[in-house]
């Protein structure tokens, strides 16, 4: 007996006929990606690769039919600058942004209009707009991509922790949401930030992008408070990440490519 769910939303699991005529439904598709990377000694090298495919599933299962078609996550990303940290594995920007672009370029000639990046790792965010740039370039489709802009807000509004980007209490929280399992809360630690310009501050609305070490600023690979995450918090920052994500592809998904671009009435 055939058991398949008929109606997923994954794209590795469908049959070709089967993405065919999905895609005479639907031409928005989501492309998570990750990190391998360090994430102190509490959290697993995967947090950033694990939590982009968990968004990316949660935002598309709570979207309305039809549903957008969501890629197999990208595991790998830029992370150089974790690397004096055991069990990271970065790749070059050229490798990345190569990689996205051909499967960009891949999504259009199979009929996607619209491609939503979902990037879980804040280092990928340049390497990922240059490969939308290029997308969009030469084959003209809607490519943007999320690093967490349609809900950082509300996530800084509720922690306690300045400069908290890296396994501090919002990781730590989201981990503890889903996965307790994983998190070793009697290894958590507090590595709060404080640079010597405010324009350096990563949760300023000023700040500029620099680059850095990750040991250089901290012992441990944490940058943030983990000790002050709860799941309580995680669970919440799900529910805004997820609810500002299905607006977004929401409203991608039912606008037509032209319209997006300058609504007409
Ligand atoms: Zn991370």
Known sequence: MNTKPKNTFLWELMTWPEVEERLKLV???ILPCGAIEQ???HLPVDVDYFDAKYLAHKVA???????PLVLPTIPYGVSYHHEDFKGTLSVTNDALSRFVYD???GLARNGIKKII???GH???APTLSYAAQMINRDAGIFVCVDTGETSDVDLYGLIETPNDIHAGEIETSTSLAIRPEMVQMDKAVNETLSFGSNYLDYDSDRGV???VRTKKISETGVMGDATLATAEKGAKMWELMIKHL?????SVKNTPLSDLYQKRY
């Open 27 to 29: 031409d928005t598709a």
């Open 39 to 41: 994430h102190g000694p």
């Open 61 to 67: 299962e709570a979207c309305d039919d039809p549903k």
């Open 103 to 105: 499967i960009g370029m």
């Open 117 to 119: 990046i979902l990037n």
């Open 122 to 124: 804040g280092d990928n």
């Open 209 to 211: 992008s620099w680059f």
């Open 246 to 250: 299905v607006g977004l592809v929401e």
